[in-house]
Each structure stands twice: as structure tokens, then as C-alpha cells.
DNA sequence: CTAGAAAGGGTGACAATGTCAACTAGATTG
DNA sequence: CAATCTAGTTGACATTGTCACCCTTTCTAG
């Protein structure tokens, strides 16, 4: 029937509608809160992808170079540099797996621990300065869209390929 | 009274644990969906601030160099750097102000504007594919929880600095 | 048991990107 | 009209992350 066929393609561009609606709000959200918050340098001269790998680092004591290089997604040899310059910086430290003499088990020094802390609380007062006016109800409410995005986006529905196409970038082997 | 300083602590606790949640869901859905989900590289060789630029200037036609640069953070060097490569790929094009001869305004060009929209499509495609399972209601509040947040971000709440403290980038003159 | 493949990690060379400092040229002001 | 301001550009540079290739350790098939 030509009705159905044009109410579907109404549903279909209300649909397309509040996607492109959906998609200013998060890139734009994104925007204020995501690394660009960071202005490129978080502090203690750690830059926004080294402090996501620390943070990686504390989140699971003893994980291999890879592990972290996953998690940022970079290249194995990114891992390694990154990791580098978290040594450096006295905020890591490598030591080699007993169990596996080729794998390097990354772990985080008590500067590093602290290094964290410190940015996160930098974040935490950015975040209450631009929150303050908001009541609980509508931090309640934003929790909970937040954990529904996320719950959506997670890996764990891995099996299909879930990020959007690239031209460059190559994943691990 | 002590009671009230004990229940005054606990008030501050419990609000500090409220922003910390919030921050981590912040950081993940930011992760998800901010910047790194174009893999640092969008499509038609355009890097994401280089996709960012011509966003802005196809949103505000005619905007100085400047604007773009204030409008990603860039200061007026790197705003000069990002306009050369659009130009050079063909997405943007310079032309002296005839009102003020140091002005340059920037515009797109028709293939600027048929690659935003492409990105933007990919985009949208990866959103449908991300919240395919979730109903209209969700979706209703989450837009309406990113409308919150945004504006409670966004500058016109401006005469304050709203950034994280920042060891390095200078902003502009 | 051993040869060869596989896997973790590291390195040199490189390209991309964005900063600073200094410069040019057009606009403004006393 | 000289001094100053402002928009934009450029050279030199530091940071960052990739690729291609290498080494070393582990696993596996014959």
C-alpha cells in the first residue's frame, strides 16, 4: 500500500532525525567533557592518552604491554612508547613475567598512583564547578543515560566490528 | 553540634562519590563516543580537529581564521596550519576580507561540504548500530540528559574560567 | 628433540601535528 | 604621521604514534 510505504519512510527520517539530533548532543558532550577537556595536557606533564594508560595500568595491577596498548588502542610499538615515557616519568615500572620471559608486566609506582589521583580530583572539581547548579534528580537522571550509552557501546557485544570505518590505523596482529 | 559536622561530612562524602561516579560514567561515554571513536583518523583523509575546523566553518560561514582556531582550541599558528591543509585538500577556501585587508574568511567548499556530511553519516550509522536496542524512551532521556549537561558546560557561563588547569597551551592574544 | 612458526617486546626512520617566537602587512589612534 | 595593535604567516622545534623490521622466548608438529 503507498500509505504504508510513506509511513515508513516518515518513521524512517524521524528515525534519521533524532539520530542526527542524538549525534550533535553526544559529539558536543563529548566535546566538554571528553579528552579536549584535558586541553591536550592533563598536568605533571602527563599527556591525555599516557594519563588513560596509567589509569589503565592501576585499574589492572599487572598487565602486559599489549593489554595497555589494547585499551588506548595503539599498536604495539605505541604501547611500547608510551610505557616508555611513563617509566621515564617515574609513574611505571616494567618487570619481566616469571611465567612468560617474553612478557613485560607494566606496574604502577606510588608517584604514578598519586599522579592519578591528583588529575582525577583536577577533573572531579571541574566537574562540580560546571555541576553545581544542577539538583540530584537531574544528576540521577544523567547517570543513568550515561550508564545506558555506555552499556550500549561496550565491547562485550564484540563479535561485530564496533567502531566506526578508519582509513588508517592498524589493530594488533 | 557534632552531629551536625558529622552530618556534614557525610553530606560531602556522599556528594564527592556522586561526582566520582559521574566522572568515570563522564570519561567512558566520552571514550565511546568523543574523538577517539574515529580511531584519530575520520575518513577522506581528514584527521578529527582538521574535521572539527570545517564543521565550524560550515556552521558559521565566513568566520576569520581565528574563529576557527578559537573554536578548537588552537592558537593562531595552529588555527593558520589546519585552514593550509583544508585548503591544500581542497575542503576549505581563504579569501581576504574586503572590509579589513588582514582579515582572511573562511569558507567551505562544495567538496568541504560533501565530506562533513559523509563523516557525519558514518557517524550516524554507527550510532543506529550502537542504539539499535534501546527504546524511544531511552533515547528521549538520554538527549535530554546530554541537553543538561551541555548546558550547564557550555561558555555562556563565560567572565569564569571553565577549564582544567592546564600546564602548557597558551590561548590566544 | 628440534626446526620453524608464533607471539611479546623493542628500535630506527618517518610523517603528522601543533607550539613558540619572530615577522609582515593592514588598521587605529593620539 | 608615528606608534601601536591586530590578523595572519613562517621557520624551527618537540611530541607523538605509525610502519617495517629485529631479537628473544614460547609453542608445536614431525
Chains 1, 2 share one sequence.
Not at 585499551?71 to 616519568?89: M, N, P, Y
Request: one cysteine or more; proline letters at 2%.
Amino acid at each position: 500500500m503507498l500509505v504504508d510505504l510513506v509511513n515508513y519512510i516518515k518513521v524512517v527520517s524521524r528515525m534519521k532525525e533524532k539520530t542526527h539530533e542524538l549525534l550533535d548532543l553526544l559529539q558536543e558532550a563529548a566535546w566538554f567533557f571528553g579528552n579536549r577537556a584535558f586541553d591536550g595536557y592533563c598536568c605533571e606533564g602527563l599527556s591525555f592518552m599516557e594519563y588513560q594508560a596509567l589509569v589503565e595500568i592501576r585499574r589492572t595491577e599487572n598487565s602486559s604491554i599489549q593489554d595497555v596498548g589494547k585499551a588506548i588502542k595503539f599498536t604495539k610499538s605505541g604501547a611500547t612508547r608510551v610505557i616508555d615515557r611513563l617509566e621515564r616519568k617515574g609513574y611505571a615500572r616494567r618487570q619481566r613475567s616469571s611465567a612468560d620471559g617474553r612478557v613485560c608486566c607494566v606496574a604502577i609506582t606510588s608517584r604514578g598512583k598519586s599522579v592519578t589521583s591528583k588529575i582525577t580530583e583536577n577533573y572531579a572539581a571541574y566537574l562540580d564547578d560546571v555541576l553545581k547548579d544542577l539538583d540530584v534528580r537531574s544528576l540521577e537522571m544523567i547517570a543513568d543515560a550515561l550508564r545506558f550509552l555506555i552499556a550500549a557501546a561496550r565491547p562485550p557485544k564484540v563479535a561485530s566490528a564496533k567502531s566506526l570505518p578508519s582509513t588508517r590505523r592498524r589493530s594488533f596482529s
